[in-house]
């Protein structure tokens, strides 16, 4: 599943928009992040994995990679 389509999902279960996102990721950041980037990012799929890093923190999900080897 892309990036993109994560924080979409992410977004709808939180009742959240892009546009609140955007706002919350410029306070975290100090970075300027407006709707239209934001959005542009989520639908070509070129989010950075620490833009995804703070994408989870402000929607209070958690990035978790598991080693399938180990059992």
């Known amino acids: 599943m892309s990036s993109g389509k994560i924080v979409r999902i992410w977004l709808t279960e939180r009742y959240m928009t892009i546009t609140e996102l955007s706002k919350r990721m410029t306070a975290e950041t100090g970075r300027k ?3 239209q980037s934001l959005s542009k ?6 989010l ?3 833009e995804m890093e703070i994408i989870a923190k402000i929607l209070n999900y ?3 990679f598991i080693d399938l080897e180990k059992k």
């Open 48 to 50: 950075k994995y620490s």
């Open 41 to 46: 990012k989520i639908s070509r799929n070129s």
């Open 33 to 35: 992040y407006t709707r």
């Open 62 to 64: 958690k990035i978790d």
